[in-house]
């Protein structure tokens, strides 16, 4: 039973970086699967923000590209999100997830339980 | 893609049958998927491909259309059906989901 635990800081600073990382356990990163990021604040809902292939394929929401990376880290089993100048519109519970395996990636089968990000002076 | 859920809210009883409209902006032929969401826990898959039931989901959930208009049914809602509801398209690498619909005691 594949497991995903994401944690962070809890609360920064705007115009901070903010640094997430998603433990994999149950199942290795490097498989076949896509793994994705997912927010949800109230204002915006569910707001899907980047996926990423172990290969080093990355797909981003192009709302946020120019301050996300995602990367992988294969030796560790893990997956992290940077977000760099962050605001009050990036407060939210963040989510990793996996896609479920096939010819057409994108459906979220497997979900932490998410971590909540506060962005506050 | 832009994805509209309707109606926002739900009002209904135990027994009912319910159905929740999920609208998306532009052709996604059968790539949507609905997911449940209780407070404080992550989403819940429960149907994909428009209209195939996850696997452990109770069989009183369906999901149909296919282009841009889609559908959740519950029939007979139980104690345990009363939460969130997203739709989810993943046509578009662009993954984007619909604002929700609540579906709350009545």
């Known amino acids: 039973q594949v497991q995903l635990q994401e944690s962070g800081p809890g609360l920064l600073k705007p115009s901070g970086n903010l640094s997430l990382t998603c433990v994999v356990s149950?199942?290795?990163?490097?498989?076949?699967?896509?793994w994705s990021w997912v927010r949800q604040s109230p204002g915006k809902g569910l707001e899907w923000i980047g996926e990423?292939?172990?290969?080093?394929?990355?797909n981003y929401n192009p709302s946020l590209t120019g301050r996300l990376t995602i990367s992988v880290d294969d030796s560790q089993n893990q997956l992290s999100l940077k977000l760099s100048s962050v605001t009050a519109a990036d407060t939210a519970v963040y989510y990793c997830?996996?896609?479920?395996?096939?010819?057409?990636?994108?459906?979220?089968?497997?979900w932490g339980q998410g971590t909540q990000v506060t962005v506050s002076s | 893609i832009q994805m509209t859920q309707s109606p926002t809210t739900l009002s209904a009883s135990v027994g009912d049958r319910v159905t929740l409209t999920c609208r998306a902006s532009?052709?996604?032929?059968?790539?949507l998927a609905w997911y449940q969401q209780k407070p404080g826990k992550a989403p819940k898959l429960l149907i994909y491909?428009?209209?195939s039931l996850e696997s452990g989901v109770p069989s009183r959930f369906r999901g149909s259309g296919s282009g841009t208009e889609f559908t959740l049914t519950i029939n007979s809602l139980q104690p345990d059906d009363f939460a969130t509801y997203y739709c989810?398209?993943?046509?578009?690498?662009?993954?984007?989901f619909g604002q929700g619909t609540k579906v709350e005691v009545k």
């Open positions: 532009e052709s996604i032929n059968i790539w």
């Open positions: 491909k428009a209209s």
């Open positions: 997830a996996r896609h479920r395996g096939g010819a057409v990636p994108g459906l979220f089968d497997y």
């Open positions: 149950g199942g290795s990163i490097s498989s076949n699967y896509w």
């Open positions: 990423i292939f172990h290969t080093g394929s990355i």
């Open positions: 989810q398209q993943y046509q578009s690498h662009w993954r984007t």
